[in-house]
Structures are given as C-alpha cells and as structure tokens.
C-alpha cells in the first residue's frame, strides 16, 4: 500500500520561505515520479513541480520556476518541495502525489497522471 504524508505548511509572509516535506512508503518510490500540485480556493488543482527516478528530472510550473526546488532523498523514502519568495498568489493547499513510472513531457503536468495523493498541506501567504 502506497501512503504519502505531508508536512510543513504553515502561515506565512510575502517573501519569506518554507519548506513542505512528502514522506513516502510502499514501493512506488523505488522507480517513480513524484510531484507536488496545489489547489487554491475556489480551483483546480494544478501542477507545481515534479521528479524523476531513477534518471532525475526535474518539471516546474512557470509561476513557481526559479523560486522553488525540488528533490528527493531515497535514503529517507522523502521528497521536499524548497519554496522561497513566496507571495499570496502561491497560497494554496499543497499535495504530495505520485505515479509508478518516469514521467516524461506533458505527461508530467497533468495531475490526473499521478495515481497516488496524500492529504495535503495549508500555505498560507500573507501581504
């Protein structure tokens, strides 16, 4: 069974940091693709950044590229999503997800592609 645990939102200021964690059980996180998408108010949920194992590859949403970072550490079954200059339009509910093969292209911002979510983590970016 494939469970995926988000940590690390939280209230914050336009500007600042925060770092969300993912961890991860199950096999999926042997050969995977793991994303982060987050769904404001009132939204869809849309793709933020994504990846890859065993070939690394990172995707990133346009609105996020540059100020986010993502990674993986296979050692702790754990893949964080690094968000700096944060500001009110990135407040959103942020999810974990996953799928059980190397994304590539397109594929890898469509969240309907990843079969695997958690339960989410608030962000909160205040002016």
């Known amino acids: 069974q494939v469970q995926l645990v988000e940590s690390g939102g939280g209230l914050v200021q336009a500007g600042d940091s925060l770092r969300l964690s993912c961890a991860a059980s199950g096999r999926i996180f042997s050969g995977s693709t793991m994303g982060w998408l987050r769904q404001a108010q009132g939204k869809g949920r849309e793709f933020v950044a994504a990846?890859?194992?065993?070939?690394?590859?990172?995707y990133y949403a346009d609105s996020v590229k540059g100020r986010f970072t993502i990674s993986r550490d296979n050692a702790k079954s754990t893949v964080y999503l690094q968000m700096n200059s944060l500001n009110p339009e990135d407040t959103a509910a942020y999810y974990c997800?996953?799928?059980?093969?190397?994304?590539?292209?397109?594929?890898?911002?469509?969240?309907?592609?990843?079969?695997?979510w958690g339960q989410g983590t608030q962000v909160t970016v205040s002016s």
């Open positions: 990846i890859t194992w065993p070939t690394v590859n990172t």
């Open positions: 997800a996953a799928r059980e093969s190397a994304c590539s292209g397109y594929k890898c911002y469509v969240p309907n592609e990843y079969g695997y």
